[in-house]
């Protein structure tokens, strides 16, 4: 089992930036990838950003790609999402994900890939 606890959401002016962490505990945290993913009220569930196990890999959502960073620290269980320039089409509530199948490198753009997910944190940015 893995439990995965969001933080750091909340309201911005459009162009701020915040930094959501997502703290993990059950497992070795270096053992799986990780994920951020969002959903606007109204819209599916959308990829944001992915890291693999040792961080020598991240993919990012062309959205997001040159204002959102995924980080990750493993030896504080914890993967963090910079988010910068942020846009009202931004607002959203982001999950933090675990996928615990995929090779070392690897990482997933595709929910279903990921084993275990945290209660979300809302982000609002305001025009």
């Known amino acids: 089992q893995v439990q995965l606890v969001e933080s750091g959401g909340g309201l911005v002016q459009a162009g701020g930036s915040l930094r959501l962490s997502c703290a993990a505990s059950?497992?070795?945290?270096?053992?799986?990838?990780m994920g951020w993913f969002r959903q606007a009220p109204g819209k599916e569930r959308e990829f944001v950003a992915a890291?693999?196990?040792?961080?020598?890999?991240?993919y990012y959502a062309d959205s997001v790609k040159g204002r959102f960073t995924i980080s990750r620290d493993n030896a504080k269980n914890t993967v963090y999402l910079q988010m910068n320039s942020l846009k009202p089409e931004d607002t959203a509530v982001y999950y933090c994900?675990?996928?615990?199948?995929?090779?070392?490198?690897?990482?997933?753009?595709?929910?279903?890939?990921?084993?275990?997910w945290g209660q979300g944190t809302q982000v609002t940015v305001s025009s």
């Open positions: 994900a675990a996928d615990l199948t995929i090779p070392e490198y690897g990482y997933s753009s595709y929910s279903p890939d990921y084993d275990y």
């Open positions: 059950g497992r070795t945290f270096s053992s799986y990838a």
């Open positions: 890291i693999s196990r040792s961080a020598g890999n991240t």
